[in-house]
């Protein structure tokens, strides 16, 4: 989400996100690609198709993201980034020549992404570095009910850092603007695979259990890594589903007791389950 502000020396943009798994993405091939209403993210360069087969092999009926993060792996990998390099940076040119900026880069998965027939676009903003705010491309692929997915060879798949701002003027004078702050923890938590961070299509699910004797009224909170909070109310037990790894707070309140508060780190275990205990429990 992206709130935007007037502030007495500018405009202050402030970027959120929500942080969950990916867990509505479909098989591919996509049943009904143009229902994605970008009718240019479906075009296909001829060039691009000739090669892919000899590049990527491919599977029918996995699932898209899998294959949209082999084919970014694949681009990550081949395509040696080099921000000054002066050659095309159309995805033949950088595939061919394996070397490109972050344009040719994302160009080259878009372009296999969309011959694959899986609706892709190129996506022009800023990058946010500690060093100063830098130009930037990335891409994004529709995968149906999920939407439009974000990814950035190099980097990830599925999800991109709120360091990214998408930019619809290319005429935007970069030098002014400034990172106030940041908070990455929820993305920065999200599993390496083969260098790059990725959205987890299965969440983690946290079941709180009141320790014996059960039955006790529990209101619990859960603060997640990007920030995101959950209340819960029940008796005996709460759950929170749908979570990704990274280090959690978790407070409650068993009847009419006091509140205490646990710091939790959630992993590879699908299926995590916790005993509240009352004070001095």
Known sequence: MVDVERSASGVVVTVTQTLRPLTTGPIWPLPDPAACGDPAALEVD??????????????????AISLVAEVVRFVSQRVVPDEHDSGPQD???????????????ANAAVGLL????????????????????????????????????????GAS????????????????????????????????????????????????????????????RVLAVLTGPDGSRWARLGVGAVAFPDLIPGWYRLS?????????????????????????????G
């Open 114 to 153: 969309r011959t694959l027939g899986l609706p892709a676009r190129v996506v022009h903003g800023v990058l946010l570095t500690d060093g100063g705010p830098q130009r930037h491309r990335w891409g994004e692929v529709w995968l149906g009910e999920a939407g439009w997915v974000p990814f950035d060879p």
């Open 91 to 105: 995805a033949v040119s950088v595939l061919t020549r394996r070397r490109g900026r972050c344009s040719g880069r």
């Open 46 to 63: 001829p060039r691009v198709a000739g090669t892919l087969a000899a590049l990527l092999p491919t599977r029918q009926g996995q699932s």
């Open 157 to 216: 798949v599925g999800v991109v850092s709120v360091r990214y701002l998408p930019l619809e003027g290319a005429e935007t004078v970069v030098p002014s603007i400034r990172l106030e702050s940041v908070n990455e923890e929820g993305f920065s938590s999200l599993p390496l695979r083969g260098g790059l961070r990725l959205l987890p299509t299965v969440g983690i699910t946290l079941r709180c259990q009141t320790a014996p004797p059960q039955g006790e």
């Open 252 to 280: 409650w309140v068993l009847g009419g007791g006091e509140s205490q508060t646990a710091v939790l780190r959630l992993g590879e275990v699908r299926d995590v389950q916790v005993a509240l205990a009352g004070k001095g």
